[in-house]
């Protein structure tokens, strides 16, 4: 396997994750808190017993409400992993590029010092 590769890929999801951070920051600080009306247009925050993101009103807008929710999923997903083989395998995936860095960087550690 080509570890460079695996580790250049896994810090661009990083990357995207942490910009889905600064974006969740953005919504925060720009849009009022809570539900919205049917015709809003854009992102907002909510509050259903856990915090979370919805985005509606324009093409694509389920792949943000997704990306604008993965920081959150890396917190509440283990937590229900326990109860639920959908939220494991969400814990897996949402974990997947800090795992595939850490081994990456391990492995080219050892062939460096190999």
Same mark, same amino acid.
């Given at each position: 396997m080509n570890w460079r590769i695996l580790k250049r890929?896994?810090? @661009?999801?990083?990357?995207?994750?942490?910009?889905?951070?600064?974006?969740? @920051?953005?919504? @925060?600080?720009?849009?009022?808190?809570?539900?919205?009306?049917?015709? @809003?247009?854009?992102c907002y925050a909510y509050d259903a017993m856990l915090i979370g993101f919805e985005c509606q009103g324009f093409i694509g807008s389920a792949i943000v409400t997704a990306w604008l929710n993965w920081p959150l999923w890396l917190v509440f997903a283990p937590m229900f992993a326990i109860f639920s083989i959908r939220a494991f395998v969400i814990a897996v995936v949402v974990w997947l590029p800090f795992l595939a860095y850490a081994v990456s960087a391990v492995k080219l550690r050892r062939l460096a010092n190999a």
């Open positions: 890929i896994s810090v @661009f999801f990083i990357a995207i994750l942490l910009l889905a951070v600064v974006a969740d @920051f953005v919504v @925060f600080s720009l849009v009022e808190y809570g539900r919205k009306s049917t015709d @809003f247009i854009g």
